[in-house]
């Protein structure tokens, strides 16, 4: 199996910096702490009939879990940046510094991002965080030649394939069930004792390698589910489905010594064969 990353299935976890809501949405409340202020923000939000997610530019990535995908779509590794220390600015700039590096080391031709809904939430706190931090990335938000090729364009696959994007039709209808659905109807573990609506508390209680476990689970998830995806295009056959689905065993087996969590994953993932024609469609 080739080193060389064609794919990079990844997943984020993120928290609301708190003290930049205060000082943008409540500057003339500085004795506010950071976790009042985004309380008292996600009130007034639910008082307004909104949802109380506090908007992706206000968010700082705590982990990323990077599954590396080789050209015959095996799982290569996964990667989780800036562990065990899990300080944002280095997520971001390991982020988009490693890109760059897999754009050179494929003698140019880039390595695609592949997530469950990154166009939303994902990339844009990655972008942002470009932003904020000053990391340059020429490659990625070039403005130079058609519209179409441009790597952020909505409809470049070759940099960035959103499986959510993929599954809706390009938003025409709705991904219910999220990415915890879509994983299960093929037999993945999809969300297991940890969701997303726990990260901002499990970042206050300091149990950041818990968080770093659930967003590896999730990478991975993320790529059983573009396996799929990539079989119903004729990108791959069934049969490679199948290896693919083993190399993510193997790699969550690899993790399996530091992270209880994958070794759950390893033990609990069992790819759903469909069924034949006398069987049951119902799980």
């Given at each position: ?34 976790a ?19 908007p ?51 003698r ?114 993320t ?37 209880v ?10 790819r ?12």
């Amino acid at each position: 199996m080739s080193d060389r990353a064609a794919f990079l299935v990844f997943d984020l976890e993120s928290v609301v910096d708190g003290r930049l809501v205060q000082v943008s949405r409540f500057p003339e409340e500085p004795q506010l702490t950071p976790a009042e202020a985004v309380a008292k923000w996600q009130g007034m939000l639910r008082d307004s009939g909104k949802s109380d997610f506090i908007p992706h530019t206000y968010h700082l990535p705590v982990s990323v879990a990077i599954a590396r995908v080789a050209e015959d779509y095996t799982l290569i590794d996964v990667k989780n940046l800036d562990r065990p220390k899990f300080r944002p600015q280095v997520i971001a700039r390991q982020f988009w510094n490693g890109w760059r590096k897999h754009l050179d080391r494929n003698r140019g031709e880039p390595p695609c991002f592949v997530t469950f809904n990154g166009r939303f939430f994902d990339l844009p706190v990655m972008e942002h965080c470009a932003y904020r931090f000053g990391i340059p990335v020429p490659e990625w938000f070039t403005m130079s030649g058609p519209g179409y090729q441009q790597p952020r364009n909505r409809f470049n696959t070759t940099f960035h394939f959103d499986v959510q994007e993929f599954i809706t039709n390009a938003g025409a209808t709705h991904a219910n069930g999220g990415l915890d659905l879509f994983t299960k109807l093929v037999g993945g573990c999809g969300k297991m004792d940890t969701k997303g609506s726990m990260v901002q508390e499990l970042w206050n209680r300091g149990e950041f390698e818990r968080i770093d476990d659930y967003c590896t689970c999730d990478a991975i998830d993320t790529y059983l589910v573009f396996l799929r995806c990539s079989m119903l295009m004729g990108r791959i056959t069934p049969e490679a489905e199948i290896q693919g689905w083993a190399s993510a065993k193997r790699v969550a087996e690899s993790l399996a010594p530091r992270s209880v969590a994958a070794s759950d994953y390893a033990r609990l993932m069992s790819r759903r064969e469909p069924p034949g024609d006398d069987e049951s469609a119902f799980l």
